[in-house]
DNA sequence: ATTAAATTGTGTCATTTTAACACAGACATG
DNA sequence: CATGTCTGTGTTAAAATGACACAATTTAAT
């Protein structure tokens, strides 16, 4: 298969930053690894590109893996490739975020993977150059937010638009204004009324919104500015 | 040096999307292959990652070698990985942008390397994935520069304000008004009036700006909104 | 039953930003 | 010194933004 007389051929490995939200805290699906290297400690989900595999394949197959879920949003980040980044072996990473519904996934896939939800904020010391990558991808995720409507993959179905807000202060750790974020929103027109309301809640429900999929499709690369630049 | 079990081991190769700009089109760096494979037709630059280099001095080895220059402005775009996209060989290639001052690099590395400048509009037909990775390329151009001033990587040292708006215009194809425009850049006090006027042309002469590099460094993530959402 | 506390939905208003457009000054050419 | 072309700046109405206030709904406590 060597037709390149060129000599350097490397592992190439996927890791995968997969955000979730509880409607509190943003929260990372990370791995307590019972295998080596580095068993014990904690990592992201990870593997390697396989020979007769498209590398957008191989994502979805980690993915599916990790999730029991098919068609989750995701977004290359970028390579890493320092050569001692895997002191195993040299293997180059391409890392990527995704964007699931916390309470969608596959259970027992993550058991089987051994994996965790933790909270954000008080994540453990993830192997190799892992913590670089949650760091970048926190940045990436802020950015694309601030501008596109990739929130709603963090949420149910139906969602609030307070519950919505929350997810918003979440993803910058700061306070929103509710009456200004409450206007931007519904401006942009992709929030469909179902009618419902919430039905918990001890004071006045709010109203349950869905997503209206064809317009967020149709206009998912406009710009929105859901987060003005003196925020971020 | 093999110590997963894993076996699947690949090349992987840099390609670099390397634009300027002569004052009214965009332009790109494009070889003619003089090399197997594809001898005689046009390809992007490219490499291959090295055993002991690191992924980012490889980008700044290609570039280099291309151009001459060092501290070249350069943008990761994403990782190509379909298993058939090299027919001689599985090959990922890590693929990024650069943006040059068409003036300023070594005309001697480029002929060293068989490279031309091309317009974007009229460039040939490329190999492999290469014309899908232009495409990819200029969408993330236009996206990054509406928001952040990379525009001036491309200008010369001093530049006026009509010439900032015709690359601008290059880059989304479709005119700006100019007053408009020249609102918008002014107020960012990113441009440094430097007391001289062009010295070329037939009619008023404009007044040559510098970038105020400090301020661009330490703002360059901040939002400009350069170009409005309509535009693009 | 009434009230209090918390939360939701909507509205106001001054300020800023934008988009569309007009005019005057500078410069080479003849 | 008039003409054509390009540059710099100004104007104005409309839209968006940021900082607020107020009324309605709901549960729990009195």
């Given at each position: 298969?060597?037709?390149?007389?060129?000599?350097?051929?490397?592992?190439?490995?996927?890791?995968?930053?997969?955000?979730g939200?509880?409607?509190?805290?943003?929260?990372?699906?990370?791995?307590?690894?019972n295998?080596?290297?580095?068993?014990g400690?904690?990592?992201?989900?990870?593997g390697f590109?396989?020979?007769?595999?498209?590398?957008?394949?191989?994502?979805?197959?980690?993915?599916?893996?990790?999730?029991?879920?098919?068609?989750?949003?995701?977004?290359?980040i970028k390579?890493?490739?320092?050569?001692?980044?895997?002191?195993?072996?040299?293997?180059?990473?391409?890392?990527?975020?995704?964007l699931?519904?916390?309470?969608?996934?596959?259970?027992?896939?993550?058991?089987?993977?051994?994996?965790?939800?933790?909270?954000?904020?008080?994540?453990?010391?993830?192997?190799?150059d892992?913590?670089?990558?949650?760091n970048?991808?926190?940045?990436?995720?802020?950015?694309?937010?601030?501008?596109?409507?990739?929130g709603?993959?963090?949420?149910?179905?139906?969602?609030?638009?307070?519950?919505l807000?929350?997810?918003?202060?979440?993803?910058?750790?700061?306070?929103?204004?509710r009456?200004?974020?409450?206007?931007?929103?519904l401006?942009?027109?992709?929030?469909?009324?179902?009618?419902?309301?919430?039905q918990?809640g001890?004071?006045?429900?709010?109203?349950?919104y869905?997503?209206?999929?064809?317009?967020?499709?149709?206009?998912?690369?406009?710009f929105?500015?859901?987060?003005?630049d003196?925020?971020?």
């Amino acid at each position: 298969m060597k037709k390149y007389p060129h000599s350097t051929r490397i592992l190439v490995a996927l890791d995968c930053i997969v955000f979730g939200f509880d409607g509190e805290q943003l929260k990372l699906l990370l791995i307590k690894r019972n295998f080596e290297p580095e068993m014990g400690k904690w990592s992201l989900m990870g593997g390697f590109l396989e020979s007769n595999e498209d590398l957008e394949v191989a994502t979805n197959r980690i993915l599916y893996d990790l999730t029991g879920l098919k068609d989750i949003y995701f977004e290359e980040i970028k390579s890493f490739g320092k050569v001692d980044r895997d002191p195993v072996e040299r293997t180059l990473s391409v890392c990527f975020f995704a964007l699931i519904n916390i309470h969608a996934h596959d259970q027992d896939s993550a058991r089987a993977q051994n994996a965790y939800w933790i909270d954000l904020k008080s994540r453990p010391d993830l192997i190799f150059d892992h913590n670089e990558m949650v760091n970048i991808a926190l940045e990436r995720l802020r950015y694309k937010a601030a501008l596109h409507p990739i929130g709603f993959e963090l949420l149910p179905e139906q969602f609030t638009i307070p519950q919505l807000q929350k997810l918003y202060e979440a993803i910058y750790d700061s306070p929103l204004d509710r009456r200004n974020f409450s206007r931007k929103i519904l401006s942009t027109h992709l929030l469909i009324d179902t009618g419902e309301k919430n039905q918990y809640g001890t004071t006045k429900k709010a109203i349950l919104y869905k997503l209206d999929k064809e317009k967020y499709q149709r206009q998912f690369n406009a710009f929105h500015y859901f987060i003005s630049d003196s925020m971020r």
